[in-house]
């Protein structure tokens, strides 16, 4: 279930040169949790914002990242009984617990010790036929935690967070929380592929992004793109099985684990976009969409006014398919 932060780009890829063509327009990028980010924002007095977003972005790492064994989260799973639970940190297991509700229990924060196994996680990585799923899905489960005090309580020790698949989001919100905080009001953010945009891009228009098809690929050598969408206000994410997976005895095993069943899941969906207000919500449904499969997927997406999704999947002949919401038609460059 759990998209792993790692150094490729995923499957959203936000189209603009390496390089603002207006000087009114600052341009930052770098390393952060194990990806790369673009930063593009409006600045007519020429005000580099580059460290403070930075800083901002450490800071962030500290509560929710688990390969940081001081982070908050690291020290929930550990059952430190002195961590103080930080905004971050309740932000998102607050969210995280109503995505899912709606999903039933497709997105949940618990499975870390399912990602994990399957070699996806942040440790404890087993061979495919050694896995004790049974055993584990014993402690997954987002209705095995709750906040109660600002302390989580969990029904059993072992029990783990794994929040890459939304702190990856959320982190966008929070440095576009931080842009808006100085005034500025025409920006692009993206980090390792999720992506918020507001206002107008560097080339006075609105910004375009685009969705790359769903082939398996995790070099990223052979990148195509689906389609192209222009985005004036708002966030994007995308999730799919076609970058991070791992072959072994000639059988494919994806990152996308369902939190019910404990195993990567395979089905007709190859790729989900989900557009939002915010990225963070974005993030999470992109990976559960992944999990419930196209129709339940469709059946969310259109009982939600907030939500618009693109998706791509294979018909019964193994040709690509695609569906999109209302919106998204509109957005679709020709």
Request: aromatic letters at 10%; glycine letters at 6%; one cysteine or more.
């Amino acid at each position: 279930m759990i998209k792993r932060i790692q150094l490729l780009v995923l499957t959203a890829l936000v189209l603009f040169a390496c390089q603002p063509t207006k000087k009114d327009y600052q341009y930052n990028e770098g390393y952060i949790w194990g990806t790369i980010y673009h930063i593009i924002y409006n600045n007519p007095k020429n005000v580099d914002f580059h460290d403070e977003i930075k800083a901002k972005m450490n800071e962030f790492d500290l509560s929710l990242s688990t390969y940081k064994p001081n982070s908050t989260i690291s020290r929930v799973n550990n059952n430190d009984s002195t961590v103080v639970l930080d905004h971050y940190f309740k932000t998102v297991f607050n969210r995280s617990i109503q995505i899912s509700e709606v999903t039933n229990g497709a997105f949940d924060m618990t499975i870390a010790p399912l990602v994990n196994a399957w070699g996806f996680g942040f440790k404890n990585k087993l061979e495919p036929e050694d896995i004790p799923v049974d055993s584990l899905l014993q402690i997954v489960g987002f209705n095995k935690v709750k906040l109660l005090n600002n302390r989580i309580i969990k029904d059993d020790p072992r029990i783990m967070f794994d929040a890459s698949a939304i702190a990856k989001g959320y982190g966008v919100d929070v440095v576009a929380a931080f842009l808006e905080s100085k005034g500025i009001s025409n920006y692009m953010v993206e980090i390792g592929g999720e992506i918020r945009v507001k206002g107008i891009s560097n080339k006075k228009r609105s910004w375009r992004v685009g969705i790359d098809r769903p082939i398996d690929d995790p070099e990223v050598k052979n990148r195509e793109i689906q389609d192209v969408l222009s985005l004036a206000d708002g966030a994007m994410a995308t999730s799919g099985n076609y970058r991070q997976f791992y072959i072994k005895n000639g059988k494919k095993y994806a990152h996308t684990i369902d939190p019910k069943q404990g195993y990567p899941v395979q089905h007709s969906l190859l790729s989900a976009s989900v557009i939002a207000p915010d990225c963070m919500t974005a993030d999470a449904y992109a990976t559960a969409f992944m999990v419930l499969g196209l129709e339940k997927s469709i059946t969310i997406v259109e009982n939600d006014p907030n939500l618009d999704a693109y998706f791509i999947y294979t018909d019964e002949d193994g040709k690509y398919q695609t569906y999109s919401s209302d919106k998204i038609k509109e957005m679709i460059l020709k």
